[in-house]
């Protein structure tokens, strides 16, 4: 369940990476944090096919439920480094803006730019 999560999550990224109007929101690094997670999970599936042979594809339902839960975990982690990253980053100067307020004489807000 992990290799499967990881692996929709990296082509969801992927698609929205390759039909971008511009990369901004920098989701090539998301995409290729995704790929490498699938590829982990790939070779982990092959080591436990060798070790397990034809009791690998009889799961039991409780090992698939902590399998889907690291799935969701190992996704969740990665949009949160994405988002610290982009939030680091500051593509747009959003968090620039919001730093660099300031009030004048009347009380008024105005930005430093």
Do not use: H
């Amino acid at each position: 369940m992990t290799l499967l999560i990881t692996v929709f999550a990296a082509v969801a990224v992927t698609v929205k990476w390759y039909n971008r109007k511009n990369d901004d929101m920098r989701l090539g690094s998301l995409a290729l944090m995704y790929w490498g997670a699938s590829l982990m999970w790939f070779v982990d599936a092959i080591v436990e096919y060798i070790e397990l042979e034809a009791e690998f594809f009889n799961p039991e339902a409780a090992d698939m439920l902590n399998d889907s839960f690291l799935g969701l975990s190992v996704v969740a982690l990665g949009l949160v480094i994405w988002v610290v990253r982009l939030l680091i980053a500051d593509p747009k100067g959003v968090i620039k803006k919001a730093f660099t307020r300031k009030t004048d004489a009347t009380g008024t807000e105005t930005m430093e730019l």
